[in-house]
């Protein structure tokens, strides 16, 4: 079995404890990985926020490597059923950093976001996103 055809049969599941995201912001974080998702016993779907722990940062990133911060997920490998039957899944897991109040941290969000984040109350982000998917 081939590598490529192992990550298609592979189970898209809920981003949970120990998940590592992209993050598509310029905040300054590169990767950062899960701590707790604050909804839902299993874990986080696209649109809800998320703990996570910078595990790679750029130098001079506002954002340090090791320190904790919310995240709200903007693109999830597992499907996520919309009102008119389709589905929308992404090839990756990425997030988006914010602060308490869920002000973005960054000015820009690159590559795609769900129009479902308008329904999350995450406007703010929808206004930086450069491609609303």
Same mark, same amino acid.
């Given at each position: 079995?081939t590598c490529s055809n192992? %990550?298609?049969?592979?189970?898209?599941?809920?981003?949970?404890? $120990?998940? #590592?995201?992209?993050?598509?912001?310029?905040?300054? +974080?590169?990767?950062?990985?899960?701590?707790? +998702?604050?909804?839902?016993?299993?874990?986080? @779907? %696209?649109?809800? =926020?998320?703990?996570?722990?910078?595990?790679? +940062?750029?130098?001079?990133?506002?954002?340090?490597?090791?320190? #904790?911060?919310?995240?709200?997920?903007?693109?999830?490998?597992?499907? $996520?059923?919309?009102?008119?039957?389709?589905?929308? !899944?992404?090839?990756?897991?990425?997030?988006?950093?914010?602060?308490?109040?869920?002000?973005?941290?960054? =000015? @820009? #969000?690159?590559?795609?976001?769900?129009?479902?984040?308008?329904?999350? !109350?995450?406007?703010?982000? %929808?206004? %930086?996103?450069?491609?609303?998917?």
């Amino acid at each position: 079995m081939t590598c490529s055809n192992f %990550l298609s049969q592979q189970q898209r599941t809920f981003i949970q404890m $120990r998940t #590592v995201l992209k993050v598509v912001d310029n905040s300054g +974080a590169k990767k950062v990985m899960c701590i707790q +998702a604050l909804k839902g016993k299993k874990g986080a @779907r %696209l649109g809800d =926020t998320i703990v996570a722990s910078v595990k790679e +940062a750029m130098p001079n990133g506002k954002v340090k490597k090791g320190k #904790v911060v919310y995240g709200v997920v903007v693109r999830a490998a597992m499907q $996520r059923g919309r009102c008119d039957g389709s589905e929308v !899944k992404f090839d990756d897991n990425a997030v988006v950093l914010v602060d308490k109040q869920g002000q973005p941290i960054g =000015t @820009r #969000v690159f590559g795609p976001v769900p129009h479902e984040l308008r329904k999350k !109350k995450h406007v703010k982000i %929808l206004t %930086l996103a450069e491609h609303i998917a």
